[in-house]
Structures are given as C-alpha cells and as structure tokens.
C-alpha cells in the first residue's frame, strides 16, 4: 500500500517509515498540515495523522477527505487520550485513532483492521474479472495482462478502489491529475476512452458512464 504519514515528530516519523516499509509498503512522511495536503494530491491507501502537527490539527486532512467523498482509511494519532477528543476523531471521519505512545504491533493491527474493512488490503484488488496488483503495479482482465501508461494506471486504480461509486469529472481530476493549472474535465472523457479500449474493448464493459453525472466501475454481468 502507499501509506501518508503525516507526523511532526521525527523519532515517531522514522519510527513509521522503517516499520511500514519492511511491511512492504511505501512510505511518504509529511511534516506539517501543509505537506500532508500537498502529498495527498497522490493517492495512497491509507492515511496516518497525528493531531498536533506545528501548523495545525492532523484530523483537519480526513475532514477535507471525507468532505470530498474520499473514504480512504484513516487512522489518526493523538498524545490526548481523553474520551471527547476521540469521539472528535471519530465524527471528523477518521477509520480509527491510536494513543501515543503506541506500540507498533498495536498500529499494524489497527492498519489491518481498518483497510480489511475499506478492502484496500492485500495490494490486489478485484472488480469481476479484472485484477489490479497494486503493488507490482500490474493490470489483468481474464487473466490477460494489460499494458498501461501511468496515468490509465492511476486513474484505473482510481476507479478500482472506489469501484461501485459514481465518481464525478470533477472529483476524478481532483484525485487523479496535478490540477494546478486545470486542464479541464474534457480530459477525463479522453482518458477513459483510452481506458475502454485497454480495458473493456470485445469484453463485457466494468467502465460505465452515468450520464450527467460521471462514470462508475462496476461489474455488471
Ligand atoms: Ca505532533
């Protein structure tokens, strides 16, 4: 998985690159709320932020998630262990919350609980016959391998996790594309068309549009 680490303390930080890394997933440490924001112009699979970074409340970047559709798993970090900062932590959309100081058997749990559930584990993921291996970064449709570019990748990825969800334009290039200059959402029509002729064409589709509204990747057979 490609996890956030968004985390001031640089003991606790190295602590979290090592430990997830040698789990076989990639790490990306941000310091502040700033670079956190910044960093989740990529996607990842998992959130990890502490709530008191220099410049602001890590549960502040699950909020901007959730309030964008992203349920991406979240567990947040917080030294305060007081039952209404929990519950805080909880209703600001976070999958879990982890005490400081934790051990780090404790945090691998709580990481496979809350991407068990978000079915974000295991670096694979299905929808029918399609499989994405997100950690090799391969694509399969009925056991043919298919040969991407990384931005279908991604995008493709973008669509699999959230597969069963109508996603909008807008929403696809915001999680998708680097939209400091917007290059408008008349991209995303040209990319999935790329995508269904990789992915879907002389097979039963999984790529739906839903007019007016986006597009869904579904299993429908
Ligand atoms: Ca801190």
């Given at each position: 998985?490609?996890?956030?680490?968004?985390?001031?303390e640089p003991r606790i930080a190295s602590l979290l690159q090592r430990g997830l890394g040698e789990e076989?997933?990639?790490?990306?440490?941000a310091g502040t709320l700033y670079e956190g924001r910044r960093a989740l112009a990529e996607p990842v699979d998992l959130l990890i932020a502490d709530r008191t970074l220099p410049d602001g409340d890590g549960l502040d970047l699950v909020r901007s998630l959730r309030s964008a559709g992203d349920r991406v798993p979240a567990i947040v970090l917080t030294a305060r262990d007081?039952?209404?900062?929990?519950?805080?932590?909880?209703?600001?959309?976070?999958?879990?919350?982890?005490?400081?100081?934790?051990?780090?058997?404790?945090l691998l749990a709580r990481i496979a609980a809350v991407t068990r559930r978000s079915g974000a584990s295991g670096g694979r993921i299905e929808v029918g016959d399609l499989v994405l291996d997100t950690e090799a970064l391969r694509v399969y449709r009925g056991g043919d391998e298919l040969s991407l570019t990384p931005q279908e990748l991604r995008l493709l990825r973008y669509l699999a996790e959230n597969h069963g969800k109508?996603?909008?334009?807008?929403?696809?290039?915001?999680?998708?594309?680097?939209?400091q200059h917007d290059p408008g959402t008349n991209l995303i029509n040209v990319y999935i068309s790329y995508l269904r002729a990789k992915v879907d064409k002389g097979r039963e589709p999984l790529i739906h549009t839903v007019r007016g509204l986006g597009y869904v990747l579904e299993d429908r057979g």
């Open positions: 998985m490609r996890i956030l680490v968004v985390e001031d076989g997933h990639s790490v990306v440490v007081r039952v209404d900062e929990r519950v805080e932590g909880l209703y600001g959309g976070a999958d879990d919350y982890v005490t400081k100081p934790f051990a780090f058997d404790e109508v996603l909008s334009r807008t929403r696809i290039l915001g999680a998708v594309w680097d939209t």
